[in-house]
């Protein structure tokens, strides 16, 4: 894990920026830090398994989508609480979404639908140099985010 002052979410810092290899076991890795954000934040169990749900699905498309060798590559998610909201945002530099091959037999779209399902808003944003999957989710008030 890796704190970082750079802006990622789109908002503020983050408070949670975690820079990870592209491989499938890095996607538990994700879910367990958010996880562990939204328990810190005092999210229903059913909120956090949203929470994490959505992060899983965006970290499996990067690994499945962005790159044709993701294990020579990376991807970043980077957390940041703004009550009463949380910005999630999962970053690669892979291939862009519009060029991402699509059909019924690799699942392209499905996990990103889950993702709009279970999140407040979601935007995906393709920039020269990276692809960026931006989730917010509602977080109660009453509890200390640190």
């Known amino acids: 894990m890796h704190l970082s002052e750079t802006d990622h979410t789109g908002t503020d810092s983050p408070d949670v920026e975690l820079f990870l290899a592209a491989r499938a076991e890095n996607v538990a890795v994700a879910r367990q830090v958010v996880g562990g954000v939204g328990d ?46 949380l910005h999630i945002a999962v970053r690669d530099r892979g291939r862009g979404f519009n060029s991402r091959e699509a059909g019924p037999s690799n699942g392209l779209g499905l996990g990103l639908q889950l993702v709009e399902a279970v999140g407040e808003s979601v935007a995906l944003t393709e920039l020269p140099g990276h692809n960026e999957i931006k989730m917010t989710f509602v977080v109660p008030d009453g509890r200390p985010v640190r």
């Open 40 to 85: 810190a934040l005092g999210l229903s169990a059913e909120a956090v398994a949203d929470v994490r749900l959505a992060v899983s699905e965006a970290c499996t498309n990067v690994i499945v989508h962005a790159y044709e060798n993701p294990a020579d590559e990376s991807f970043s998610v980077a957390l940041h609480v703004d009550r009463p909201l």
